[in-house]
């Protein structure tokens, strides 16, 4: 099955823009969603498809994707989105029903 | 509102079995695919399995495979999750997922709260 592969943390000082970045082969097929998670709290979804905000997510929140890389950008982090994060997409290595999570992110707001 | 509930979480010992729950709401649950997605304690997520609509086509990660069963009944709005044979590494918070319509790549939309599996001794 394929694997996504994020870095395991980042900081950014508050105010500040920050990429998290999800490599996998599956990405050059397919684009990646985005969940955010708080301590205790299930994921929710931030970012899908090629560039889609749900109902209710800050624009600060944005995707891109190039190659096998996918990218989430926060433009002017605040203290509320310190959150792990996680990737995920379908996996092109064989049924493209099935998915695949990345490892996730640990974001700290400074 | 729209919403899942999970429920049947618990502890169980190496080897047993358990059925875990997701009751959906406010929308049109079988017009979706559904997922369950877990949670080891401290570890990052892992999709587990997902069913077609009508329930005719079901996947799952290699480590359920002829363990886990996943089902729906769609007349009551629920999504199953039969755990046999479950392991230490079965420990984890199950959330049940809506797979989002018309995505490619996809995406899980709405989750449920998760319910907690520990399999000890």
């Known amino acids: 099955s394929s694997e996504l592969t994020q870095d395991p943390a980042v900081s950014v000082a508050l105010g500040q823009t920050v990429r998290i970045t999800c490599q996998g082969d599956?990405?050059?097929?397919?684009?990646a969603s985005w969940y955010q998670q708080k301590p205790g709290q299930a994921p929710v979804l931030v970012i899908y498809g090629k560039n889609n905000r749900p109902s209710g997510i800050p624009d600060r929140f944005s995707g891109s994707s190039s190659g096998n890389t996918a990218s989430l950008t926060i433009t002017g982090a605040q203290a509320e989105d310190e959150a792990d994060y996680y990737c995920n997409s379908r996996d092109s290595s064989g049924n493209h029903l099935v998915y695949v999570f990345g490892t996730g992110t640990k974001v700290t707001v400074l | 509102e729209v919403q899942l509930v999970e429920s049947g979480g618990g502890l169980v010992q190496p080897g047993g079995s358990l059925r875990l729950s997701c009751a959906a709401s406010?929308?049109?649950?079988?017009?979706?695919?559904m997922s369950w997605v877990r949670q080891a304690p401290g570890k990052g997520l892992e999709w587990v399995a997902n069913?077609?609509?009508?329930?005719?086509?079901?996947y799952y990660v290699d480590s359920v495979k002829g363990r886990f069963t996943i089902s729906r009944d769609n007349a009551k709005n629920s999504l199953y999750l039969q755990m046999n044979s479950l392991r230490a590494e079965d420990t984890a918070v199950y959330y049940c997922?809506?797979?989002?319509?018309?995505?490619?790549?996809?995406?899980?939309?709405?989750w449920g709260q998760g319910t907690m599996v520990t399999v000890s001794s």
């Open positions: 406010g929308f049109t649950f079988s017009s979706y695919w």
């Open positions: 599956s990405l050059r097929s397919y684009y």
């Open positions: 069913i077609k609509q009508d329930g005719s086509e079901k």
């Open positions: 997922a809506r797979e989002a319509t018309m995505v490619r790549g996809g995406a899980f939309d709405i």
